[in-house]
């Protein structure tokens, strides 16, 4: 089983423009990003998909594979399904595409074999990861995506909102009396499953709660999760690098 770590990589950003060029102690944050990406076993290439010239430009210069993609995507995705078809267009193919966010600087490689070890059983499509949520600050943040899950750990839906309701009991009590879990947004695929919900268009769950995921389990895409100890850090901010540096 070949898997291709793919780190999407865009330069604008309306909170954050040219963030993965950003400096985290003195190393750019894709160079971090890919270079924890290296590290993780279960991956047999890795690379950075960017619309940008200046990325590029920084990867180049750092040793790193880079692929400069189309700049009219709508998520990573389709960037992710770019480059897959450009690997085979060049003779190359895969069975995994992993899409790894490039603003957490400090992503285990744990994490990414986690992922990945989703499919090792041959009827998962879509592998992602969760974990347990521990503070009602995160349970009510509608920014923090949450998963309920069947018991074979597949997904049964996302949302921003704290699922599952809990009747009868006050809010500030729903953690004692049940595990409430986060999605961690890395994402794995079957190639040629990527190639197809990369063209699928928006549904009405996933604009109601604009959670991509929503679109292809609403196509019929059972997504498998893992459970993850690991506390994922992501950089929305320059702010954020601050308190990440302090």
Known sequence: ???????????A?????????????GKPMIQRVYEQCLKAKSLNAVTVATDDERIEKVVKEFGGNV??????????????????????DSGESFDIAINIQGDE???????IDLVVSCFNDETVKIGTLIKKIKTGKELFNPNVVKVITRNDGTALSFSRQAIPFIRGIEKTKWLKHHDFFKHIGIYAYRTEVLNTIAYLNATPLEKAELLEQLRWMENGYEIMTKKTDIESISIDTPEDIIKLTE
């Open 1 to 11: 089983m070949k898997a291709l770590g793919i780190i999407p990589a865009r330069y």
């Open 13 to 25: 950003s309306t909170r954050f423009p040219g963030k993965p060029l950003a400096l985290i102690n």
């Open 67 to 88: 692929m400069l993609t189309s700049a009219h995507h709508n998520s990573g995705t389709e960037r992710c399904n770019e480059v897959v078809e450009k690997f085979i």
């Open 105 to 111: 600087p400090y992503i285990e490689p744990a994490q």
